[in-house]
């Protein structure tokens, strides 16, 4: 979880580390007792257990990138891609420039809680000659029929999220994971998400997305006494390889809202496609946003006032076997068709440790139509392997690779 960067500690400005090790720092900051805004100096660490981007808050800017390996390129040269994209995230996550040829776009910033995250697709394994190290929770999620699936957005050999609480920060770090690339892969699909700017409400909040509900309000909680055990692969005792140890499943999906269409209901009918209030996300059978809901209460007319199939009904963990995963969205706009139709919805990316009992049951179910089905369109999916976090001296992947 993101850290606080304490200025003063590591010098003046907090990211100023000088030529040390010839390493050039972002030293030109406004001056050297101007201190970086919280926003700004918040750092999330590389080194860890357990990759970053995946239990950090919500950040304001996302790019998600698909990469395939070129013609020829092989395990040698994805080891060496790993290598060197390990080594720029770590440099940009703790607020440091490149050591050769930076930019400088994300000059006179600080990290502002910049994370990138990197996994592994299902064609990486026959690419690189390692199927008997591909994972079975990487099998093809399952065709389901609502599907409309733009193939060329879909999958890929490698995955990068990267996500900041700037935009500079962020495109920064996206273009450097794209040129440490060079010859060895070349981006296959690119997304660019959003969401709400650290500050920009009064307290921290539950984001909206662009529906405009508080999305994310029962995602399990690192507190939760079962959260490593539904979001991470253990160490020893699971069907997964053992490189794979404290990584997660990524599924992503870009959902298309039909924004013409949800904006035309009233509110009493949006309110009763996902099961709560607009306003403050609290369940329709009363209370807060935090209020369990009860399923059983029904009104003067005897109906279920959390409709049957309402959203947040229906994905609930004890209505699907147990089934849970974390949700980590970006929004995303694309612009406008000819006619004004918006390109808009949700970049939905959901953590689990097994896909079978995270994503895949759950969106079974949605298949079959809860009442938000008709407002959303399923238009390009992927499914990566995200392995543990990379310890000092080690980069992501390591185990698989070396
Ligand atoms: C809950 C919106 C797609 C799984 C919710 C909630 C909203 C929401 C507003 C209630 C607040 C909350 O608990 O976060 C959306 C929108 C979607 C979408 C707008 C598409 C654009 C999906 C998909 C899945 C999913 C594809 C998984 C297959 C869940 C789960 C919950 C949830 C697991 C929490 C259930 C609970 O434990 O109470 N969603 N959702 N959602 N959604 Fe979605």
């Known amino acids: 979880i993101s850290?606080?960067?304490?200025?003063?500690?590591?010098?003046?400005?907090?990211?100023?580390?000088?030529?040390?090790?010839?390493?050039v720092g972002y030293a030109a900051a406004p001056s050297e007792a101007t201190p970086l805004s919280s926003v700004g100096a918040d750092m999330a660490m590389f080194h860890g257990k357990h990759q970053p981007g995946i239990t950090e808050g919500l950040q304001a800017k996302g790019h998600l990138v698909a990469f395939d390996l070129a013609a020829g390129a092989?395990?040698?040269?994805?080891?060496?891609?790993?290598?060197?994209?390990?080594?720029?995230?770590?440099?940009?996550?703790?607020?440091?420039?490149?050591?050769?040829?930076?930019?400088?776009?994300?000059?006179?910033?600080?990290?502002?809680?910049?994370?990138?995250?990197?996994?592994?697709?299902?064609?990486?394994?026959?690419?690189?000659?390692?199927?008997?190290?591909?994972?079975v929770s990487l099998d093809p999620l399952p065709d389901f029929s609502s599907d409309h699936l733009d193939k060329a957005r879909s999958n890929g050999d490698l995955w990068v999220q990267i996500g900041a609480n700037d935009g500079l920060v962020a495109f920064h770090a996206l273009r450097a994971i794209q040129k440490d690339a060079g010859a060895a892969a070349r981006i296959r699909w690119q997304m660019n998400g959003f969401n709400r700017t650290p500050g920009a409400t009064a307290h921290p909040?539950?984001?909206r997305?662009?529906?405009g509900q508080l999305d994310g309000t029962r995602n399990p909680k690192p507190t939760?006494?079962?959260?490593?055990?539904r979001i991470f692969v253990p160490?020893?005792?699971?069907?997964?390889?053992?490189?794979?140890?404290?990584?997660?499943?990524?599924?992503?999906?870009?959902?298309?809202?039909?924004?013409?269409?949800?904006?035309?209901?009233s509110l009493a009918a949006q309110e009763n496609v996902i099961g709560r209030r607009k306003s403050n996300g609290a369940p329709l059978s009363g209370g807060s946003e935090t209020t369990a809901m009860d399923l059983d209460k029904t009104d003067a007319k005897g109906e279920y006032v959390v409709p049957v199939n309402a959203h947040s009904r229906i994905t609930r963990p004890d209505q699907n076997g147990g089934a849970a995963m974390l949700r980590r969205p970006f929004s995303y706009h694309d612009g406008f068709d000819a006619n004004g139709v918006p390109d808009a919805g949700l970049l939905f990316v959901c953590w689990q440790a097994d896909p079978l009992r995270g994503f895949v049951p759950v969106q079974r179910k949605l298949d079959r139509g809860d009442a938000l089905s008709k407002y959303i369109r399923h238009e390009a999916s992927?499914?990566?392997?995200?392995?543990?976090?990379?310890?000092?001296?080690?980069?992501?992947?390591?185990?698989?690779?070396?």
């Open 3 to 23: 850290r606080r960067t304490l200025l003063g500690t590591a010098g003046a400005t907090g990211l100023v580390l000088g030529t040390a090790g010839g390493a």
């Open 235 to 265: 160490s020893s005792g699971s069907n997964d390889p053992s490189w794979m140890a404290n990584g997660s499943y990524a599924v992503v999906r870009r959902i298309r809202m039909l924004l013409d269409d949800w904006e035309k209901l």
């Open 74 to 135: 092989g395990r040698k040269e994805a080891a060496a891609l790993l290598r060197r994209w390990s080594a720029t995230a770590e440099r940009l996550m703790a607020g440091e420039a490149l050591t050769s040829d930076d930019t400088d776009v994300a000059r006179d910033a600080g990290p502002s809680s910049l994370t990138i995250t990197f996994g592994f697709g299902h064609s990486f394994f026959a690419r690189t000659g390692l199927e008997k190290q591909r994972p």
């Open 382 to 402: 992927g499914l990566f392997a995200v392995p543990g976090g990379a310890a000092k001296g080690e980069y992501v992947g390591q185990r698989l690779l070396e």
């Open 205 to 207: 909040m539950t984001a």
């Open 209 to 211: 997305n662009l529906m």
């Open 224 to 229: 939760d006494s079962d959260f490593d055990k």
